[in-house]
C-alpha cells in the first residue's frame, strides 16, 4: 500500500528567495516576511474528519477517513491512495485557485517510491506528483491558458521513502519551479 504523510500544507502567494512559505494571493514577489500573502495553513494537529486552516477560513475535509500519524514538527496527515484517501476543501477550491504569483509548500513523506503518487493538484491550475520508473523524480506542472509546464526535481535525483522531504513549488509569473529541502 502506498502511503503519503504530509505533515504540513501552507498556501502563499509570495515568491520570497531564500526562504520557503506558501501561498495563493496578489502579493509582489520578494516582498519581506514569510506570512505576507500567505492564504491558507494546515498543521494536520487534528485527529479528526476535518483539518482546520490556521490563518484563513478553508478547513479541508476528509473525503473517506484519514489517519493520523506523527509528522516532521508533530501530527501528520497519513493519506492511503489505494482506498481514495483525499483531504479536500468541499467546493471552496476557487479561494486557492491562483492567476498570479503562488508557492505552495509541504513536508511529505512517501512509504513507497516504486509507484505514482499524486501530492496535492488543482485540477487545471497545478499538480505535484513523484512520478515513479524512468522518471523517478518528484514532478510539478502548471498549467495556465490551457497549456501546462512539467518540471522534474532533476537536481535533486530521486526520493527514498520513508524519508521527509520539504518540498515548494510554485510560479512567479514568468517561470514554474520546483525546490526540495531547500
Known amino acids: 500500500l502506498a502511503e503519503t504523510d504530509v505533515a504540513l ?3 502563499n502567494t509570495s515568491s520570497l528567495s531564500g526562504t520557503i512559505s ?15 500573502g500567505l492564504q491558507a495553513y494546515w498543521d494536520m494537529e487534528e485527529n479528526a ?6 490563518v484563513g477560513s478553508l478547513s479541508l475535509y476528509e473525503q473517506s477517513p484519514v489517519a493520523s500519524t506523527t509528522g516532521k514538527n508533530s501530527n501528520a496527515a497519513r493519506i492511503l491512495e489505494s482506498v481514495s484517501q483525499t483531504l479536500s ?17 509541504a513536508w511529505v513523506n512517501l ?13 487545471n491550475s497545478y499538480k505535484l506528483q513523484y512520478k515513479s520508473g524512468a522518471t523517478d523524480r518528484f514532478q510539478f506542472t ?16 530521486a526520493a527514498s521513502s ?16 520546483i525546490k526540495i529541502n531547500n
Open 142 to 157: 502548471h498549467f495556465q491558458s490551457g497549456t501546462s509546464v512539467t518540471i522534474n526535481a532533476d537536481t535533486f535525483g
Open 111 to 123: 512509504s513507497d517510491v516504486s509507484s505514482d503518487v499524486l501530492i496535492f493538484e488543482r485540477s
Open 89 to 105: 476543501t468541499n467546493g471552496d477550491a476557487a479561494a486557492i485557485n491562483p492567476s498570479g504569483n503562488y508557492t505552495i509548500a
Open 49 to 54: 474528519t476535518t483539518r482546520i486552516d490556521e
Open 22 to 36: 506558501a501561498s495563493l494571493s496578489t502579493t509582489t514577489p520578494g516582498a519581506a516576511g514569510l506570512l505576507n
Open 9 to 11: 500544507l501552507e498556501f
Open 162 to 177: 520513508s524519508t521527509w522531504y520539504l518540498i515548494a513549488v510554485g510560479y512567479d509569473g514568468t517561470n514554474a519551479w
